[in-house]
């Protein structure tokens, strides 16, 4: 702690809640429009979106036009299923 | 990690799966570009970002007691304008947001909250609202819905669970003639930033009340937060308005309300009230729904 009590934030002290987790959530990059829906409510922050890879164009050229796809953060994700709720696409599916 | 969300409270903190409360703050603390200091009651938010040695808090923060959120975030305010007045227009005063559950609201903040609102310091107060005292356990608090199931007053053979009427907690800080108030909700996330940018763009103090469904006390599946929060307002449980200078308006005119059973069935601290011996319970919530929404209506159209 430094002087005056102050605790400043260091990520390695925070606990990797990622092992609470007993579903995962995975992306269907078929199914996966990029519509962001999922990003806001999440409650760790853990989805982001980034560019699709050439596999991912692949499984589906029809929505290879969509750049983005939903990424989740396995590292922080406490398997709620909140993305997987609110998907309209039913594209994110909790796996045991 | 999402970086833009995580700008301000970090992952890492220790919320329950399912909770909607970072989404709240960081839709809130997400609505402006300034510097903010963050002020906390003690709750479900502070037991859960700030466990020792680590914090989640990227921005400055601080917590004292329970009741205190108002009364730190006033402290904080003042002590600006005194630099402020020492520096002149070299110092840049930060935006000042309170955070507090409904017990560090409704209940045990309330004199603090009501003593800054009244001396106008400029400061937004945010309550998560998720009706009890959840990290405890769940005790009844005065948000609490009536006929709830809780630890302090249990459903069973006898009672039928809390007996009383939420506090209209709206109509408290509106009487102290504050320049902006809303009603929100953690399942409407974009409506939640515009009125967050509205409060922190208000001078003088701005109030927020957020309806926060909690998973464990609740009792629903930890995925079901957004959908339950949805129900609240969709059945006119919990409408989303703002009052601007004494002006109301409804933000979602809800043509068709679904009955009040579709929001209660969801829950297990209602399940009792499924019961033959406890229909007039529901009957009443629903008749006391529909009063309070007309009083909101006429409220809007006389304003």
Redesign the interface.
């Known amino acids: 702690?430094e002087k005056g009590g102050i605790?400043?934030?260091?990520?390695n002290?925070?606990?990797?809640?990622g092992n609470?987790?007993y579903v995962r959530p995975e992306v269907d990059a078929s199914k996966c429009i990029g519509c962001t829906t999922c990003?806001?409510?999440?409650?760790?922050?853990?989805?982001?979106m980034r560019r699709r890879s050439k596999e991912e164009k692949k499984i589906s050229p029809k929505l290879a036009q969509e750049k983005e796809i939903a990424d989740i953060?396995y590292?922080?994700c406490?398997?709620?299923?909140?993305c997987?709720?609110?998907c309209p696409m039913k594209a994110i599916v909790?796996k045991k | 990690?999402?970086?833009e969300?995580?700008k301000k409270?970090?992952?890492?903190?220790?919320?329950c799966?399912?909770?909607?409360?970072?989404?709240i703050v960081?839709?809130v603390l997400g609505a402006t570009d300034e510097d903010v200091i963050v002020s906390n009651a003690t709750g479900c938010l502070e037991v859960t970002t700030?466990?020792?040695?680590?914090?989640?808090?990227?921005v400055p923060y601080i917590h004292s007691v329970f009741g205190n959120a108002a009364a730190t975030a006033a402290g904080i305010d003042a002590a600006q304008k005194a630099i402020s007045k020492k520096n002149g227009k070299k110092f840049k005063p930060a935006k000042i947001v309170a955070f507090g559950g409904d017990g560090g609201t409704y209940d045990i903040g309330l004199q603090a909250l009501s003593g800054a609102l009244e001396r106008g310091h400029d400061f937004l107060y945010v309550c998560y609202d998720n009706g009890g005292y959840m990290n405890t356990g769940g005790q009844r608090s005065g948000a609490t819905p009536y006929g709830a199931n809780t630890e302090t007053v249990p459903a069973g053979i006898e009672s039928f669970g809390k007996t009383q009427q939420r506090k209209d907690l709206m109509e408290i800080v509106k009487a102290h003639g504050i320049k902006y108030l809303a009603q929100a909700n953690?399942?409407y996330?974009p409506d939640l930033k515009r009125k967050a940018q509205k409060a922190l763009n208000t001078p003088g103090p701005s109030f927020l009340l957020v309806l926060q469904p909690c998973?464990q006390v609740w009792k629903f599946?930890?995925?079901?937060?957004?959908?339950v929060g949805k129900l609240a307002t969709e059945t006119n449980f919990w409408p989303l308005y703002e009052i601007e200078d004494g002006k109301y308006t409804i933000n979602n005119v809800v043509k068709n309300p679904k009955p009040i059973e579709e929001f209660l069935k969801t829950q297990g601290r209602f399940k009792h009230l499924f019961a033959e011996k406890n229909k007039d319970v529901v009957v009443e919530i629903q008749k006391v729904v529909n009063e309070n929404m007309e009083k909101l209506v006429k409220k809007a159209q006389i304003s």
């Open positions: 702690m605790i400043k934030h260091d990520l002290k925070s606990p990797k809640t609470w987790r990003v806001l409510p999440c409650p760790d922050a853990s989805i982001e953060d590292e922080y406490k398997g709620c299923g909140v997987a709720q609110v909790m | 990690m999402n970086k969300l995580s409270l970090s992952s890492g903190h220790a919320t799966a399912g909770c909607g409360i970072p989404a960081r839709t700030t466990i020792y040695p680590s914090t989640s808090w990227k953690a399942a996330l998973t599946p930890t995925s079901q937060y957004v959908a």
